[in-house]
């Protein structure tokens, strides 16, 4: 064999495993940057939520009473479904508007 064939053979396809190696380098980057970002929005998400629990403290301990009663079984699978669709979509809404007013 070739010294060049040798090499290639050693290195795998000609090289493709630097290739790998960079590649997976810049998976874990943006695996730490995903982390991060998630981190400051877990605090920001918390802080948001304590401020809402104390300007509306019995709202609050309603959404608290209402959730351990549908954990507890209160209510039928269907109606659990169709509550925590339009829940989440009134909150995400509601975080949208939000945000798009810290912009500004």
Do not use: C, W
């Not at 060049?4 to 997976?24: F, I, L, M």
């Not at 939520?49 to 609050?60: G, H, N, T």
């Not at 608290?64 to 339009?86: H, K, N």
């Amino acid at each position: 064999m070739t010294d060049r064939a040798t090499q290639k053979r050693r290195n795998g396809n000609g090289g493709s495993s630097t290739h790998v190696r960079e590649q997976v380098v810049e998976v874990q980057g943006r695996v730490d940057d995903l982390a991060r970002s998630l981190g400051t929005m877990k605090k920001e998400a918390r802080a948001s939520l304590e401020q809402e629990m104390k300007a509306r403290p019995y709202q609050a301990v309603s959404v608290a009473a209402i959730v351990g009663f549908v954990l507890g079984g209160g209510l039928s699978l269907a109606v659990l479904r169709t509550a925590t669709s339009i829940g989440a979509r009134l909150a995400v809404g509601a975080l949208i508007t939000r945000l798009t007013k810290q912009e500004r």
